[in-house]
Protein backbone atom coordinates (compact mmCIF):
# COMPACT_ATOMS: atom_id res chain seq x y z
CA UNK A 1 0.00 0.00 0.00
CA UNK A 2 1.73 3.55 -0.85
CA UNK A 3 0.73 6.02 1.78
CA UNK A 4 0.63 9.43 0.97
CA UNK A 5 0.93 12.39 3.38
CA UNK A 6 -3.02 12.18 4.54
CA UNK A 7 -2.24 9.21 5.93
CA UNK A 8 1.04 9.81 7.25
CA UNK A 9 -0.89 12.56 9.26
CA UNK A 10 -3.24 10.06 10.26
CA UNK A 11 -1.03 7.52 11.52
CA UNK A 12 1.29 10.16 13.54
CA UNK A 13 -2.26 11.44 15.03
CA UNK A 14 -3.15 8.27 16.20
CA UNK A 15 0.32 7.37 17.75
CA UNK A 16 -0.11 10.34 19.89
CA UNK A 17 -3.70 9.18 20.86
CA UNK A 18 -4.99 6.10 19.21
CA UNK A 19 -7.76 6.55 21.37
CA UNK A 20 -9.12 9.77 19.24
CA UNK A 21 -12.64 9.67 17.64
CA UNK A 22 -12.13 10.01 13.87
CA UNK A 23 -14.85 12.75 13.66
CA UNK A 24 -11.41 15.10 16.08
CA UNK A 25 -8.82 13.28 14.47
CA UNK A 26 -10.81 14.80 10.88
CA UNK A 27 -10.81 18.22 12.15
CA UNK A 28 -7.35 18.49 12.68
CA UNK A 29 -6.42 17.36 9.02
CA UNK A 30 -9.96 19.13 7.30
CA UNK A 31 -11.54 15.82 6.70
CA UNK A 32 -14.98 14.21 7.79
CA UNK A 33 -14.91 11.57 10.37
CA UNK A 34 -15.71 9.27 7.84
CA UNK A 35 -13.16 9.51 5.39
CA UNK A 36 -10.53 9.36 8.03
CA UNK A 37 -12.42 6.45 9.27
CA UNK A 38 -11.94 4.63 5.74
CA UNK A 39 -8.76 5.48 5.85
CA UNK A 40 -7.72 4.00 8.82
CA UNK A 41 -9.95 0.59 7.80
CA UNK A 42 -7.34 0.21 5.12
CA UNK A 43 -4.37 0.94 6.89
CA UNK A 44 -5.66 -1.64 8.99
CA UNK A 45 -6.52 -3.76 6.17
CA UNK A 46 -3.07 -3.75 4.52
CA UNK A 47 -1.09 -4.48 7.90
CA UNK A 48 0.17 -0.62 7.95
CA UNK A 49 -1.78 -0.69 11.51
CA UNK A 50 -0.91 -4.11 12.92
CA UNK A 51 -2.37 -3.18 16.19
CA UNK A 52 -3.36 -0.70 18.87
CA UNK A 53 -1.06 -0.61 22.40
CA UNK A 54 -1.52 0.29 25.36
CA UNK A 55 1.75 1.29 27.46
CA UNK A 56 1.19 0.92 31.30
CA UNK A 57 3.29 1.73 34.52
CA UNK A 58 4.50 -1.89 34.99
CA UNK A 59 5.91 -0.60 38.82
CA UNK A 60 2.65 -0.20 40.11
CA UNK A 61 0.99 -3.21 38.89
CA UNK A 62 4.04 -5.29 40.14
CA UNK A 63 6.08 -5.85 37.59
CA UNK A 64 9.36 -5.32 39.78
CA UNK A 65 11.91 -7.19 38.05
CA UNK A 66 13.45 -6.98 34.38
CA UNK A 67 16.00 -9.31 33.39
CA UNK A 68 17.57 -9.97 30.15
CA UNK A 69 17.99 -13.57 29.08
CA UNK A 70 20.87 -14.70 26.36
CA UNK A 71 19.57 -18.46 25.26
CA UNK A 72 22.09 -21.26 24.15
CA UNK A 73 19.93 -23.63 22.20
CA UNK A 74 20.94 -27.29 22.39
CA UNK A 75 19.39 -28.65 19.65
CA UNK A 76 18.65 -27.42 16.03
CA UNK A 77 14.67 -27.40 16.16
CA UNK A 78 13.53 -24.47 17.94
CA UNK A 79 9.76 -25.30 17.71
CA UNK A 80 9.34 -26.45 21.25
CA UNK A 81 11.56 -23.70 22.55
CA UNK A 82 9.23 -20.62 20.61
CA UNK A 83 6.14 -22.39 21.40
CA UNK A 84 7.71 -22.09 25.29
CA UNK A 85 8.02 -18.27 25.00
CA UNK A 86 4.97 -17.77 23.66
CA UNK A 87 3.23 -19.16 26.30
CA UNK A 88 5.24 -17.65 28.96
CA UNK A 89 3.45 -13.99 30.11
CA UNK A 90 6.50 -12.78 31.47
CA UNK A 91 8.27 -12.81 28.28
CA UNK A 92 7.73 -9.40 26.91
CA UNK A 93 10.01 -9.72 23.93
CA UNK A 94 11.96 -12.21 21.96
CA UNK A 95 14.30 -11.91 19.22
CA UNK A 96 16.21 -14.68 17.31
CA UNK A 97 20.12 -12.69 17.16
CA UNK A 98 22.82 -13.34 15.36
CA UNK A 99 26.17 -13.32 17.25
CA UNK A 100 26.19 -13.70 21.24
CA UNK A 101 23.19 -16.73 21.99
CA UNK A 102 20.89 -17.81 19.88
CA UNK A 103 17.38 -15.92 21.05
CA UNK A 104 17.78 -12.81 23.61
CA UNK A 105 14.68 -12.44 25.62
CA UNK A 106 13.48 -9.72 27.89
CA UNK A 107 11.31 -10.71 30.71
CA UNK A 108 9.76 -8.75 33.66
CA UNK A 109 8.43 -10.62 36.75
CA UNK A 110 6.64 -9.97 40.24
CA UNK A 111 9.19 -11.56 42.70
CA UNK A 112 12.69 -12.72 43.11
CA UNK A 113 10.71 -16.35 43.35
CA UNK A 114 9.40 -16.19 39.49
CA UNK A 115 12.91 -14.53 38.56
CA UNK A 116 14.61 -17.63 39.83
CA UNK A 117 11.93 -20.01 38.38
CA UNK A 118 11.73 -18.50 34.59
CA UNK A 119 15.68 -19.95 34.18
CA UNK A 120 14.87 -23.37 35.58
CA UNK A 121 12.40 -23.99 33.04
CA UNK A 122 14.69 -23.03 29.74
CA UNK A 123 17.24 -25.25 31.11
CA UNK A 124 14.92 -27.76 28.83
CA UNK A 125 15.94 -26.16 25.59
CA UNK A 126 19.26 -24.44 26.60
CA UNK A 127 21.83 -22.76 28.93
CA UNK A 128 20.97 -19.33 29.44
CA UNK A 129 23.15 -16.30 31.12
CA UNK A 130 20.45 -14.00 32.67
CA UNK A 131 21.52 -10.32 33.15
CA UNK A 132 19.26 -8.01 35.73
CA UNK A 133 18.55 -4.48 34.95
CA UNK A 134 18.97 -2.22 38.30
CA UNK A 135 17.92 0.96 36.11
CA UNK A 136 15.67 1.80 33.14
CA UNK A 137 17.50 4.63 31.43
CA UNK A 138 15.06 4.90 28.43
CA UNK A 139 12.33 3.40 27.26
CA UNK A 140 11.35 3.86 23.72
CA UNK A 141 8.17 3.27 22.34
CA UNK A 142 8.45 2.70 18.68
CA UNK A 143 4.52 3.97 17.98
CA UNK A 144 6.01 7.47 18.74
CA UNK A 145 8.72 7.25 16.39
CA UNK A 146 7.51 5.18 13.49
CA UNK A 147 4.34 4.86 11.63
CA UNK A 148 3.90 1.33 12.22
CA UNK A 149 2.03 0.54 15.44
CA UNK A 150 3.90 -2.55 17.06
CA UNK A 151 1.73 -5.43 18.73
Keep these: MDI ?3 DFQILLLLTENSRIQWKDLGKQIHMTGQ ?3 NR ?3 L ?3 GVIKAYSLIIDEMKVGLIFTAFVVVHMKTANHD ?3 GFIKDRN ?3 EAHRVSGEGCYHLKIKVKSQEELNLFPNNLLEY ?3 SLNL ?3 EIKQHHPLTATIHHES
Excluded: L
Aim: no cysteine.
Design 4 to 6: DQI
Design 35 to 37: AVG
Design 40 to 42: IKK
Design 44 to 46: EES
Design 80 to 82: SFI
Design 90 to 92: EVV
Design 126 to 128: GNY
Design 133 to 135: SIQ
